[in-house]
């Protein structure tokens, strides 16, 4: 039933009927539905599309099946039962598949493809889940349409739980009540130089730690540490939190932070990740690039 819901770029589903609904369940496996998204059930998996002019994206999350304990075993089983079942997909994936990162649910593997005849993009994710695994699919017509919309894939990929386990919705609206307590955010890169000639010359690391300790009021007080190009660096800040338009601002007494809301969910650890932007133009938003996660820890 998946090869009919699936799209291609010269024909779409019009004529079926969906429902729109935050979660949904296909067997033992829990998910979110992002708004806006429509949603049909399937046979033995959840479907969820969203179109807008020429491009479109087709996410389905399926019934669990028992790991054999080697997750590259089951990402293969995955992939003939999900890809080969889309039009025009003929072949194994031609390496390992990759290790996801930074995952908000369950830990897995993914990988890519493209139909043969290039007119369909595809990416599996099979989620590791104990003594069972979820497939989790995406397409559209190529990558970059894919890519364009990545955070609510990886909304999507973070809310899957298997029972005993629920899902829970995923937020895309926000009050100061949601933002109470202390977010914690971090970047580290590493970045070695070479001459001309392909020798070594040095390395420049930055790794940072910031975040926010926000009360009911909406005041909060900022703390940022750590390692910048090699050298100690600091700040602090304190102020109080704006929520207008869709913008997230820090309006502190040294600084201004001002981002785009993006999501709200729940961990499978039980803490809470927050989803921003920065606050440029959306048509100027790399999805992959520019969404930055805050993480409040669970409570005890």
């Given at each position: 039933m998946?090869?009919?819901?699936?799209f291609?770029t010269?024909?779409?589903?019009?004529?079926?009927a969906?429902?729109s609904a935050?979660?949904?369940?296909?067997?033992?496996?829990?998910?979110?539905?992002?708004?806006?998204?429509q949603?049909?059930?399937?046979?033995?998996?959840?479907?969820?599309?969203?179109?807008?002019d020429?491009?479109?994206?087709?996410?389905a999350?399926?019934?669990?099946?028992?790991?054999s304990?080697d997750?590259?075993a089951d990402?293969?089983?995955a992939?003939?039962?999900?890809?080969f079942?889309l039009?025009?997909?003929?072949?194994?994936?031609?390496?390992?598949?990759?290790?996801t990162?930074k995952?908000?649910?369950y830990?897995?593997?993914?990988?890519?493809a493209?139909?043969?005849?290039?007119?369909?993009?595809t990416r599996l994710?099979?989620?590791?889940?104990?003594?069972a695994?979820?497939?989790v699919?995406?397409?559209?017509?190529n990558?970059n349409?894919l890519?364009?919309?990545?955070?609510?894939?990886r909304?999507?990929?973070?809310?899957v739980?298997?029972?005993?386990?629920?899902?829970?919705p995923?937020?895309?609206?926000l009050?100061?009540?949601?933002l109470?307590?202390y977010?914690t955010g971090?970047i580290?890169?590493?970045t070695?130089?070479?001459?001309?000639?392909?020798?070594?010359?040095s390395?420049?690391?930055t790794?940072?730690n910031?975040?926010?300790?926000i009360a009911?009021?909406?005041?909060f007080?900022y703390?940022?540490?750590?390692?910048?190009?090699n050298?100690?660096?600091?700040?602090?800040?304190?102020?109080v939190?704006?929520?207008?338009g869709?913008?997230v601002?820090?309006?502190?007494?040294?600084h201004?932070?001002?981002?785009?809301?993006?999501?709200?969910?729940?961990a499978?650890d039980?803490?809470?990740?927050?989803?921003?932007w920065p606050s440029?133009?959306?048509?100027q938003?790399?999805?992959?690039?520019?969404?930055?996660?805050f993480?409040?820890?669970?409570k005890k």
């Amino acid at each position: 039933m998946l090869r009919a819901l699936c799209f291609t770029t010269t024909s779409v589903f019009l004529s079926l009927a969906f429902a729109s609904a935050q979660v949904q369940t296909v067997g033992d496996v829990s998910f979110a539905v992002p708004d806006g998204w429509q949603y049909q059930r399937g046979p033995d998996f959840g479907a969820m599309t969203l179109k807008t002019d020429n491009r479109f994206w087709l996410a389905a999350v399926y019934s669990a099946m028992p790991s054999s304990g080697d997750p590259n075993a089951d990402f293969k089983t995955a992939w003939k039962r999900v890809v080969f079942s889309l039009p025009d997909y003929r072949k194994m994936p031609g390496y390992d598949p990759y290790n996801t990162s930074k995952m908000i649910g369950y830990s897995g593997k993914y990988y890519d493809a493209s139909s043969a005849t290039n007119t369909s993009y595809t990416r599996l994710y099979v989620l590791e889940a104990g003594k069972a695994f979820v497939p989790v699919s995406f397409t559209s017509p190529n990558r970059n349409v894919l890519d364009s919309m990545s955070h609510n894939e990886r909304a999507i990929v973070g809310s899957v739980r298997v029972v005993p386990r629920k899902a829970s919705p995923i937020k895309f609206s926000l009050t100061v009540s949601d933002l109470e307590g202390y977010w914690t955010g971090g970047i580290v890169t590493s970045t070695d130089y070479y001459n001309s000639s392909g020798q070594y010359q040095s390395n420049s690391l930055t790794a940072v730690n910031y975040g926010y300790s926000i009360a009911s009021n909406g005041t909060f007080t900022y703390k940022f540490g750590g390692l910048m190009n090699n050298r100690p660096t600091s700040d602090d800040d304190s102020g109080v939190v704006e929520l207008e338009g869709g913008f997230v601002t820090f309006k502190g007494h040294r600084h201004v932070h001002r981002y785009r809301f993006v999501n709200l969910q729940e961990a499978l650890d039980g803490s809470t990740v927050l989803a921003l932007w920065p606050s440029i133009d959306l048509s100027q938003i790399d999805s992959n690039r520019d969404t930055e996660y805050f993480t409040r820890p669970a409570k005890k």
